[in-house]
């Protein structure tokens, strides 16, 4: 594990709450509705107490169920496989739409504002909402879609894509969201993996001012995908396009003239609402399963407790619905009843100030950013900021890879003016949001989080599964949650696997994290071979996968390796096949057939030949060795490596 002495803990707080914070906060309001004066008095108990605390949650969320459940959690099968609201009937689309929409009081707030990169401007009321999410259920249904079928969302972030999410989940089908970046063979894969039935996607979107397709990837990924037996295309930028007929269907001429009356779709609690594939360091994608009852209530949870978000609060999450933070911002905005901002463009497009200039035209109160873009936002000088006026702001938030303290205070200072919390989030795909977070009543310190979420019976261990403090050690949570993911699609052992085979009744992470003297976490990267470029998280084994498939490749190593922007990019070792001459044009080939399968973002900085690849007896890459062994630094014990002569060539390599 990392060492201590390689690691800054502690330091001043810079941002104490003030009382206005405090007693606004909803973390507050729980607290006081049950009598509790501290929130380490709150993490104790909701965390030796799980089936207290998820029912009063629920409650305090307002999760109304057609069916009551009978029993809160059943732990028969084993704390990995809990089985929630025992018996309770409720289709979560309901709470998130139809429950304000019927009331007098919220039918005319707004749910949705949508700016395009081009300048289109669009709000939809929860009333407006409810009718447009009917009208694509009626839709859905006289394509013969229903309940448990797989309907995936490969589209930009517009009102369309959160209509359509919605809608899939009224119906009671699964949703399937795809990252609209990707290649053709990452969307085929993934549509396989569930044996789709449909597809929501565009003609195309705007980046940059330039037209990028979606349609095309759709129709060259179906080709291996038969399960598919109907696409909805929305019009978003104009492109000429092909259209299947019997397959293909114009969203404009299919769903606005529906019926605008649907009824939710009579769900179980535990029926399953959603697959979000997410990388692991071996194998294809995992697809995290997730039910109406688990990743929309802890979504709301966080977002409740952690960035303090209240009916009529805006809040811009800079996401795609194919990373969990899309559907996370549509469950949690709803489930509020705040209003969901989505902007489909460049955050630095036509200028870089695009993203202040949105805060302050829609008057964001939270906005949730990456430590990539931050950097990147850095370099573009600071009166990008100055000539905007950001007062709506209460909280920034952040997920998806660790702070660096200058980018973190850079946010927190010149953007924050030292007065608004910068809200760090950590979890993942699997959690259904965060296992640690700031929130609006405990003091943070630059890069730290203020703890774990309530209910996250977290921990911090040394190689013997032992506690340990001011000291890095594996992240490691010790109850279930109500979040946490039902398995993995149609692959229990290795759900289990991957989470439970190291410590007994210990869910593992794969996170280092720490915890000062005062109390306060950090989060210090993967521990295992997981890629994060810009915070979008890859299997290096998905992109292996590509390159030894290409005739010219007989082996191949993927690693993550630092960039001052993007937090990590790509690099790739390959070994040549019998025969192949190793050339530039060769190497060019190699990386435009990873962005081209896998997304432009995931684009490998190099690719390298090398004659061979550090492995252990058993034949298993050492990729840690490789990624140490590119940036120079100490290769640590490689004791188990049967050829550590490779590592010297990766070195002469580089």
Not at 42 to 66: G, H, K, P, Q, V
Not at 314 to 342: A, E, K, Q
Not at 606 to 633: C, H, Q, Y
Request: hydrophobic residues 45%.
């Amino acid at each position: 594990m990392t060492d201590q002495a390689n690691f800054n803990f502690g330091g001043d707080f810079v941002w104490h709450p003030s009382e206005e914070y405090i007693n606004r906060s909803h973390l507050s309001a729980f607290m006081n509705q049950h009598h509790i004066d501290s929130f380490a008095e709150l993490m104790e108990r909701s965390t030796s107490d799980t089936a207290w605390f998820t029912d009063a949650l629920l409650n305090y969320l307002d999760i109304r169920f057609n069916v009551p459940y009978s029993q809160v959690v059943d732990l028969s099968a084993g704390i990995q496989m809990p089985r929630w609201c025992v018996d309770g009937r409720m289709n979560i689309a309901y709470n998130c739409v139809d429950k304000w929409a019927q009331n007098p009081d919220t039918r005319d707030n707004i749910a949705l504002i949508y700016e395009g990169e081009e300048g289109i401007v669009e709000e939809l009321s929860y009333a407006r909402l409810h009718c447009r999410v009917n009208q694509c259920v009626n839709a859905l249904a006289a394509l013969g879609i229903g309940k448990g079928d797989a309907v995936a969302l490969f589209m930009p972030m517009n009102m369309e894509i959160v209509i359509a999410f919605l809608a899939i989940v009224k119906i009671g089908a699964v949703v399937l969201p795809l990252f609209s970046g990707f290649g053709v063979q990452a969307v085929a894969q993934r549509l396989r993996d569930v044996s789709a039935r449909c597809i929501f996607t565009a003609d195309g979107v705007y980046r940059r001012g330039k037209k990028s397709p979606l349609k095309e990837v759709v129709d060259k990924a179906l080709a291996e995908v038969p399960s598919v037996r109907h696409v909805i295309v929305h019009k978003r930028v104009d492109l000429d396009i092909q259209m299947q007929e019997g397959r293909d269907h114009w969203w404009h001429l299919l769903i606005p003239n529906q019926s605008d009356v649907a009824q939710c779709a009579d769900t179980a609690a535990e029926d399953v609402l959603m697959v979000i594939h997410t990388s692991g360091t071996s194998g294809k994608p995992k697809g995290a399963v997730h039910t109406h009852c688990g990743f929309p209530v802890k979504a709301a949870q966080d977002m409740a407790f952690g960035t303090d978000i209240h009916v009529g609060d805006r809040i811009y999450w800079m996401s795609d619905m194919g990373w969990m933070m899309g559907p996370w911002l549509v469950f949690g905005s709803t489930l509020l009843g705040g209003t969901c901002f989505l902007y489909d463009g460049a955050p630095d497009f036509p200028g870089p100030d695009r993203l202040w200039a949105l805060v302050e035209k829609y008057r964001i109160s939270m906005l949730g950013i990456s430590p990539t873009l931050v950097r990147a936002l850095i370099a573009e000088g600071d009166e990008h900021v100055k000539k905007h006026d950001l007062s709506s702001l209460r909280f920034f938030a952040s997920t998806g890879e660790p702070w660096k303290p200058a980018p973190w205070l850079w946010l927190f200072n010149t953007v924050g003016e030292g007065k608004r919390p910068i809200i760090n989030y950590s979890g993942g795909t699997e959690i259904s949001g965060g296992i640690v977070m700031g929130n609006p009543i405990l003091p943070l310190k630059p890069t730290a989080f203020a703890g774990p979420c309530p209910g996250m019976a977290a921990d911090v261990v040394d190689e013997a599964g032992h506690s340990v403090r001011n000291a890095v050690g594996e992240l490691v949570i010790r109850a279930p949650w109500i979040g946490m993911t039902r398995g993995f699609w149609q692959d229990k052992e290795r759900y289990l696997e991957a989470y439970w085979n190291r410590f007994e009744n210990v869910w593992v992470h794969g996170d280092f994290a720490a915890v000062d003297n005062d109390g306060l976490w950090y989060i210090l990267g993967r521990s295992d071979d997981t890629i994060k470029v810009a915070g979008k998280r890859v299997g290096p084994a998905e992109v292996e996968a590509l390159l030894v498939n290409h005739p010219a490749v007989a082996e191949c190593a993927a690693v993550g390796v630092p960039h001052k922007i993007k937090g990590s990019e790509i690099v790739c070792f390959c070994i040549p096949a019998p025969g192949v001459t190793v050339s530039d044009a060769l190497k060019a080939e190699l990386k435009k057939l990873v962005a081209d399968e896998m997304g432009k973002p995931l684009k490998p900085k190099d690719v390298m030949f090398v004659s061979d690849l550090p492995k252990t007896r058993n034949g298993k890459i050492m990729r840690r060795i490789i990624r140490l062994a590119f940036l120079d630094e100490p290769l640590g014990d490689t004791s188990s490596l049967v050829n550590p002569e490779a590592t010297a060539e990766i070195k002469r390599a580089v």
